[in-house]
């Protein structure tokens, strides 16, 4: 029997209110509550309470024959906590059922794995505490990446905090003639699974589905159907990767998209040899074909499938750079403030908000950022660190002056 593994990240993070110069050492908090309330309320509206609903609906119907797979980034929880515990508690029913897997990754949606192993892996473990104490003790199998962030050395990485397989996109320069409907292995540590995105199925899902101007539209469930059966017969698992916000946020519900996702499992079941696992499920049930080889870091962000959304000019770079500077001070400070503030902060889409891509992926980087340009994202960014190296530097003096 092959399978379909539905893979969804959840996401939200924690926005930086507008910090002007003049608030440099005057102002210490830096987060737009409103916002990030506003905000996390709609999705919820829009996206994860129906969309919940339908999967707990489905798990039932078919008896626990579909399942998929969820990461929940730390910031996210958070915000759940605070402005959405129904939410928190719709996905803890879904965990509930058995048929729902958790994943690990960074606490904040972070690009620790590019900077600092040590930061990385304290990330993971505060992610990993989070995740145990608000799903009942679930300990997660399976490792997820920072927007799918993957090389040989980040999987090694990965692969000695203990888990057992991570997931990471197909990009087609790495694949090159290969299929990623098969499982592989790292490079470097063959016991560390990768399981590949096939990017085509998944982004139909995900950015084509209500594109009128696209050759296929509408996506229907027969039309799915028949591409999946066209998959040759020894290619055993099909990932379908992708934002969770596709549905009802990315895709709004008049598109048809959960109506779509309602019929699918029924289709699926009936039209082909494919059934429905976790990642865990297929990293355990496939056997690894080949190890594949990534010396330079991938994600699944943009045509390119690199790092350029995040550190891609020199406004990202210097302000990733001057962030991880403080690694090393602020690890010795024992503050709870000072903690988050540095966990947040940590938070990829800081550096998304200020990528310069204006072309193939601007319009999709416009979209997901509050600010009206790539620059007024890198003044108010480095305004509330200008303000945080302060801090640190004080806390930092009062330990000396402690000792």
């Known amino acids: 029997m092959r399978t379909i593994c539905f893979y969804f990240q959840v996401h939200q993070p924690f926005r930086i209110k507008p910090y002007r110069f003049f608030d440099i050492g005057e102002d ?83 690009l620790s794995s590019l900077a600092s192993e040590e930061e990385f892996a304290r990330s993971v473990e505060r992610h990993k505490a989070k995740i145990k104490r608000l799903f009942n003790g679930y300990e997660p199998k399976v490792f997820r990446n920072t927007e799918l962030i993957y090389s040989d050395k980040i999987g090694a990485m990965v692969s000695k905090m203990g888990y057992e397989a991570m997931l990471t996109e197909g990009a087609k320069h790495i694949l090159g003639w290969k299929s990623p409907n098969f499982v592989y292995q790292n490079s470097i540590d063959p016991n560390l699974k990768v399981l590949l995105k096939n990017f085509q199925l998944s982004d139909d899902i995900a950015f084509r589905f209500s594109n009128k101007t ?14 999946i059966n066209a998959i040759p017969k020894e290619q055993e698992v099909l990932n379908l990767f992708m934002d969770y916000e596709t549905f009802g946020e990315h895709q709004w519900a008049e598109t048809g998209i959960f109506e779509f996702m309602r019929v699918l499992p029924a289709a699926v079941f009936s039209h082909t040899d494919f059934d429905f696992s976790t990642t865990s499920e297929v990293a355990r049930g496939a056997k690894p074909i080949a190890k594949i080889n990534v010396p330079v870091p991938i994600s699944w962000a943009d045509e390119e499938r690199d790092l350029t959304a995040w550190l891609g000019n020199d406004l990202q770079k210097e302000a990733f750079t001057k962030l991880y500077e403080l690694e090393p001070k602020v690890k010795k400070i024992d503050d709870a403030d000072i903690q988050r503030d540095w966990n947040y902060l940590q938070t990829s889409d800081h550096f998304y908000y200020m990528c310069t891509k204006f072309f193939s992926d601007g319009a999709v980087h416009s979209y997901f950022s509050h600010y009206d340009t790539p620059y007024d994202a890198f003044i108010n960014y480095m305004n509330v660190l200008s303000d945080f190296i302060l801090r640190v530097k004080n806390k930092e003096k009062e330990l000396i002056a402690a000792e």
């Open 28 to 110: 210490h908090y830096y987060w737009d509550d409103y916002s990030n309330k506003s905000i996390i309320r709609k999705v919820a509206t829009k996206c994860y309470l129906p969309m919940n609903a339908l999967l707990l609906d489905l798990i039932k119907r078919y008896n626990g024959k579909f399942k998929v797979t969820f990461s929940i980034s730390g910031v996210c929880l958070d915000q759940f906590e605070a402005y959405a515990p129904d939410v928190l508690a719709s996905f803890q029913e879904l965990v509930a059922t058995g048929h729902v897997e958790l994943l690990s990754e960074t606490d904040a949606h972070a």
């Open 214 to 227: 696209w050759s296929d539209y509408p996506l229907t469930t027969e039309k799915f159907v028949n591409w």
